[in-house]
């Protein structure tokens, strides 16, 4: 729950492997002028890939 125009935090991974990683990251949404009173918002996010420069290693996903 937060405020109009708040930021939110779309946490991002693997979609096979849950700890992956690799693919741990984050993406920050913000709309500037939702939701008003009768709407909710629906975010989603989507990568092709992992981390280009992932900080701890993790067993490749053929594992």
């Given amino acids: 729950v937060a405020a109009v125009g ?12 849950a700890w ?3 693919h741990f990251d984050t993406i920050t949404v913000m709309i500037g ?12 996010g989507v990568a092709d890939g992992g981390r280009p420069l992932p900080r701890v ?3 490749p996903i053929t594992d």
């Fill in 57 to 59: 290693g993790s067993k």
């Fill in 33 to 44: 002028d939702a939701p008003r009173a009768d709407e909710i918002v629906l975010c989603m």
């Fill in 20 to 22: 992956s990683f690799d």
């Fill in 6 to 17: 708040a930021p939110i935090d779309l946490p991002l991974g693997h979609k096979d492997q």
